[in-house]
């Protein structure tokens, strides 16, 4: 029992409270107790249904941001999935016409080898060739048709730092392109991977910046480079646009290498 007056507990048969002498009614104390314990239970109960309203409106709203970061997920990797799709088509068709350009250029070569010396005729027969054969040179236009495929896939591609990027090994794999110093990597690749275009050996090694980066090695100094292959396996299926390097687009395959796509800028 709580004394009245001073609030303090006394003992259930106390007639008097033995800490402040104020007498004590049971009647009077009993309806005022159940009263205060009746206001208590009411109040732990409106507490308890606030609390627990306040959860479900949490679980609902988490539930409604979830689904709706799912739908985003599934429309962005089938844009990249038809975007990767209208690439590789378009570097098929880049890599029929520049086939035919070089067997083109080659007849080219044959033919002015055989008429070397022969009469004006056939000089202009040659002169007459070169130019039908340079016709169909320009059909290398439809390299166009990639790059435009290339800046379609940059929309949904994801930027990563140059520290995370070099966390995913690199595949042995390029495209074709001008290669300044003939070491094997384009100039558009070696300007991505930040060795030099016009040096076959950036850091002066010894070992050429190729074949460094097949074996794993930091073409930029000493040692291997920093692979994760965690981090790699995880980025498998996506397309990444490096931040410190305008334009230029990388696909981490399902092998966990990352493959150069070109520059879109």
């Not at 088509?89 to 022969?118: R, T, Y």
């Not at 396996?233 to 990388?250: C, E, M, P, T």
Request: proline share 3%.
């Amino acid at each position: 029992m709580i004394c009245l007056s001073c609030k303090k507990q006394i003992p259930d048969k106390a007639d008097v409270c033995p800490f402040c002498d104020t007498p004590v009614s049971h009647k009077e104390q009993v309806v005022k107790e159940i009263s205060i314990r009746r206001w208590q239970r009411w109040f732990f109960y409106g507490v308890l249904i606030i609390v627990f309203s306040g959860m479900v409106g949490v679980v609902v709203k988490v539930y409604s941001i979830n689904s709706k970061i799912l739908a985003e997920m599934a429309t962005a990797q089938r844009t990249i999935t038809e975007k990767e799709t209208a690439a590789v088509k378009a570097q098929k068709d880049l890599q029929i016409v520049q086939a035919e350009a070089a067997k083109a250029k080659a007849d080219i070569d044959n033919v002015q080898s055989e008429l070397s010396g022969k009469d004006e005729a056939l000089a202009t027969k040659v002169a007459e060739l070169e130019t039908t054969i340079n016709e169909k040179i320009k059909i290398t236009a439809n390299y166009e048709l990639l790059s435009t495929a290339l800046k379609n896939i940059s929309v949904a591609a994801v930027g990563i730092s140059n520290e995370d990027l070099n966390k995913i090994p690199v595949a042995d794999v390029w495209p074709t392109g001008l290669d300044t110093d003939g070491d094997g990597l384009p100039d558009d690749v070696e300007q991505a991977l930040g060795t030099s275009a016009t040096s076959t050996d950036t850091d002066g090694d010894s070992f050429s910046d190729k074949m460094e980066i097949s074996g794993g090695f930091d073409p930029l100094g000493a040692g291997r480079i920093s692979i994760d292959k965690d981090f790699a396996d995880k980025q498998r299926g996506k397309v990444f646009k490096q931040s410190w390097a305008g334009g230029y687009l990388w696909y981490v395959g399902t092998d966990g290498l990352r493959y150069f796509l070109g520059k879109t800028e």
